[in-house]
């Protein structure tokens, strides 16, 4: 089944005339860990936001094998995980159980099924013993990991994280991207954190006003300073990007693919 | 989280032993069982003392089983015991007949001290009640209670939201704080008070925002206009026999109390 982004002249705008995007041309294949990159006000979680269908603009816009309208939306949110940037945002509920139960809930699986997606979901972030805790109670760190996981709860296609990285300290970050890479599954990652796309991604994105200025190999793009530069990017000064590898993929998924439907 | 904000919020938590009978009890049986004590108490008449010592021999045998220690209700009833009494604070004063006792330039009437003191005596029964329920059975079991006996669903959804971005609200509202008193903040009069106008303008505006964020998540996920549950409530035998006995004993007291009189 196909797991990919496919948006042709995709653009939005803002009541208030803010073009977000401006004719947006993404193809993602299935399987490709893609990072977008590019400085606040890019257009980078409008983006996001539409492969989600929870906001439209005009254009060609299909994901996971679904045109994008009214009518698919169910089944659209149940193959693309949508990991918003402030955790407190995505954790709404009283416990992390609870939470990571709404999506398979609302996909209408029994409570049994439902109950076996939450322990997987949480092992799959190290989370296991969070079940029970409010999410005020849990670290940052903990936090972004249990929203990965009320997505991952869903077994979606693809996984669409917007800036996972932000408000977290050097070891939450860490432990955030052993958790990513493991996971087996068609990726797109917002980020202005370079060094993470560097580990994660081997292809990257710059959008800047609401287009696409740059696509290719995120080592070719990252190792690009002027490009960088030229879109408000930068790596940390310092940074070597031939002594940071790609990690490793997963060689089998952690957790089985939906079936085709 | 920061302050005095901190503290209070920790008194919402639960207190005596978590593992006690009465935590244990369905939220169910407890908000019926303590809503009769309160009925109770608050529909006898204001002299019928008999029964208001058999409604405080109840909720003293309930803190004993869920060993609430009375410094920990104590603690609690503080924050309401002044505004319930707030309401009651003018009897003494309007309500003319006995003796009078001069108290500067006030007169104290003797009946309406009587009146005031079997107000003050049923608003802390219900209180104690109150504080009970507070003290043994989680803010979110009492939601899932409530809705399991059939209470609007839009408003438990609102009290949901409510406790869960408390905390949220709480810290975001101390940063502020930390951030005015940053730049020499000292509200000396009412004049100054402006900041604090503004601030809440803020607060407004974020808290806002942040509604809009938590819907979109919520919607990422399948959100279709109900919130589902992972494990449903189940009435066992100790509950009804919880609730079988308090009334039991309730409605014994009340029976004996009127034919006494």
Known sequence: ???????????????????????????????????????????????????????????????????????????????????????????????????????????????????????????????????????????????????????????????????????????????????????ERTMLVTTHDLPLAAELCERAVILARGRVVADGACREILGDSALLRANDLELPSGFDLDRVGLRPRPEAPDTPQLEAV | MGGLCSHSLELTGLAGDPASPVHRLDPRAKILALIAVTLVAVSAPLTAWPVFAGCALVLAAVAVAARVSASDIWRRARFILPLVLLAAALLPFVRKGGQTYELGPLTVHEDGLSVFVAVAVKAGIGTVSAVLLGATTTFPSVLRGLEAMRVPRLLILIAAFMYRYLFVIVEETGRMRAALAARAYRPRTALHAGALGRMATAMFLRTYARGERVYHAMLARGYAGAMPQLSPLVLRRADVLFVALVLASLVALRTVAEVAA
Do not use: W
């Open chain 1, 1 to 183: 089944m196909s797991c990919a982004i496919h948006a042709v002249g995709l653009s939005y705008s803002y009541p208030n005339g803010h073009h977000a995007l401006d004719g947006i041309d993404l193809h993602v294949n299935h399987g490709e860990r893609v990072a977008v990159l590019g400085p606040n006000g890019a257009g980078k979680t409008t983006l996001m936001l539409h492969l989600n269908g929870l906001m439209t603009g005009s254009g060609m816009l299909e994901v996971a094998g679904i045109d994008v309208g009214p009518k698919t939306l169910p089944e659209l949110r149940r193959r693309v995980g949508l990991v918003f940037q402030d955790p407190d945002d995505q954790l709404f509920m009283p416990t992390v159980e609870e939470d990571v139960a709404f999506g398979p809930l609302n996909m209408g699986l029994g409570r049994e099924e439902a109950g076996r997606r939450v322990a997987e979901a949480l092992g799959s972030v190290r989370m296991e013993y969070s079940a029970d805790r409010a999410p005020y109670q849990l670290s940052m760190g903990e936090r972004r990991r249990v929203a990965i996981a009320t997505v991952l709860a869903m077994r979606p296609n693809l996984l669409v994280l917007d800036e996972p990285s932000a408000n977290l300290d050097p070891r939450a970050r860490r432990e955030l991207l052993e958790v990513l890479a493991r996971i």
